[in-house]
């Protein structure tokens, strides 16, 4: 591993919350998390979620996914029913639910509406999202050009607003984190004290401050991972935020196609010379791995994780429209408490190139054939905890089968330590 690790319906949709009001005193400071933990009758000594990301535009290919959600929740699909259910960010664009109030519903009810079943049964308390980027942006400004017309760029989200995540926040049927870091803890089974902690960090604000302004929420993050030290039976520790630790998909610079070996080429984004539209979208915007900015925040969770005294198995994102699993195993002897697992489920809606596999470090659902030219399959992650193990499928969105991530590997364990194991 290399430059990789660099950097579906009942009853109505979605409603809003009468008087939610979420005050984020500068863009850090709230959280619209309202708890969880409850228990839900009628499964096994088992914990089970699916998570996808990059939901945010209403096409087939996003009811696609939503179709087979729903089939796993009611029994259609041989998989089983879920007990969690997590939006890994973006799951409205292109500027979140910045839009004019006459379309705020209509916009949530095309995304979340093929998602009701599940969303309905299950309870808001199991379903859970997190902030990204675009639901940051304020608006869409259409520029002519830049750097004296050497680069045009037609349309592009800015600016910095948090009342697209308040509108989400006041949607009925789910909870929604952004700002402040928030967890929540839920048993693997019913009536037992042995739990699975969600970790949701909000990396799309600390993406579009200042270094100076991260510290309320690195310093919350720290109060988390510090009271987690006199809860033993917290077995499972997941870290939740829209932009991952490391990919291989097109924020790492993978974004080319190569005719003549038929392969994903990588370009480097942070080179002017290399990709200049990417390094001027960098500058202003830093949302590629190799971003100074980018890299400080991991830089900065990893230290924090480190101090934190308890382990982190691994990290769940989106951000790159793609499905990935990635390990950097620890050296022998080395306990690491950050996570070197991350694993990526953005391929919700709008699937776009990532890397071929690399195994045993790097496992996607890239497409082989030279016509579809890297681009990954759509989908969505399913994973399931028990005391000892951790199983990890991903789910192809157009005829919901496991994907075969790389060298006929379409089942993964993690152990509780952190390590991941391919069957």
Known sequence: MDRHHTGRKRGPGMYFRAGAAIVLAALVSGSAARGGGQERGGRGESLSLIAIGEAGESNSVL??????????????????????????????????????????????????????????????????????????????????????????????????????????????GWTHHYGTPSDAVFPISPGS??????????????????????????????????????????????????????????????????DDTDSVEYVPPCDRDSSALSWVRNILDPEDLCAGRYRSMVDSLRRVIRRGGVKVQFALSAHDHSLQILSEPSAPGNEDLFPSIQIISGAGSAPSRVNFPDPPGLFTAAKRSPSERGESLPGFVRITFTKEICTVVFYNGENGDPIDMGGGTKVFHISSSGLLISN
């Open 193 to 258: 004290g042995d739990s699975v902690q969600f970790i949701f960090f909000d990396s799309a604000i600390m993406l579009r401050t200042p270094e100076a302004a991260w510290n309320a929420a690195l310093g919350r993050l720290a109060g988390i991972l510090a009271g987690d030290r006199g809860r033993p039976r917290v077995l499972w520790r997941i870290f939740c935020a829209h932009h991952p630790f490391m990919s291989a998909g097109e924020h790492a610079g993978y974004t080319a196609w190569d």
């Open 63 to 172: 009811r696609g996914c939503a179709g087979y959600v729903t089939d796993m929740h009611t029994g259609r699909h041989n998989a089983g029913r879920f007990d969690l259910l997590l939006f890994l960010g973006d799951s409205f664009g292109p500027t979140g639910l910045n839009v004019p109030p006459g379309d705020v519903r209509r916009n949530a009810e095309a995304i979340l509406g093929p998602f009701s079943e599940p969303m309905n049964d299950i309870g808001p308390v199991h379903v859970h999202s997190i902030a990204g980027e675009h639901d940051y942006y304020a608006r869409n400004a259409i520029e002519e050009s830049l750097l004296l017309g050497l680069v045009k760029v037609e349309e592009a989200p800015i600016g910095l607003t948090d009342r697209g995540n308040r509108r989400e926040a006041a949607l009925e």
